[in-house]
């Protein structure tokens, strides 16, 4: 029961992340665009509890969006009943160099998500937090760049 609900969850938030201005590409085998997902869908039940997604213009902006999560936990690690977000280039990929991460598709933009048992509307509105910490941090340089 966990597992599915989880999934039905997750795939809504991949529907809903995907419509964010500040997010890029969103990675989710339950996206009908992902590449795998006619194999997915002739080889399970359903699409599982982890999407990952590209934020904002750099490492920072990942990093202002993940450290302005309130409910969502930060981990290394994934899969546990309660959310958790990680950025795959500073933590299980961060011993490759740049070039490594980019030739399977890790960029400094990159965060993972792995989605929990908290309530979809609960979650919707800690992504929205940390989404909307990119626009502030996007604002508050381009005020530094006018007044210098």
């Known amino acids: 029961m966990r597992v599915n609900a989880i999934s039905q969850k997750t795939l809504q ?8 201005p ?7 085998t339950g996206l009908n ?4 997902h006619a194999l997915i869908c002739r080889q399970q039940t359903g699409y599982g509890g982890v999407l990952s997604f590209e934020v904002g213009c750099s490492r920072e902006s990942a990093w202002a969006m993940i450290d302005s999560l309130q409910l969502i936990s930060i981990a290394t690690n994934i899969g546990d009943t309660r959310s958790m977000i990680t950025h795959p280039a500073s933590t299980t990929h961060g011993k490759l160099s740049p070039d490594e991460r980019l ?3 890790i960029t400094d933009r ?3 998500l792995s989605v929990g048992l908290e309530n979809e509307a609960d979650l919707m509105s800690d992504i929205h937090l940390g989404l909307t ?3 502030s941090m996007h604002a ?3 005020g530094e760049s006018v007044a210098t």
């Open 103 to 105: 030739f399977v598709g």
């Open 133 to 135: 910490s990119i626009s």
């Open 22 to 28: 500040e997010v890029g590409r969103v990675f989710y």
């Open 33 to 36: 665009d992902h590449d795998q």
């Open 110 to 112: 990159l965060v993972r």
């Open 140 to 142: 508050e340089r381009e």
């Open 13 to 20: 938030l991949a529907h809903w992340i995907r419509t964010q």
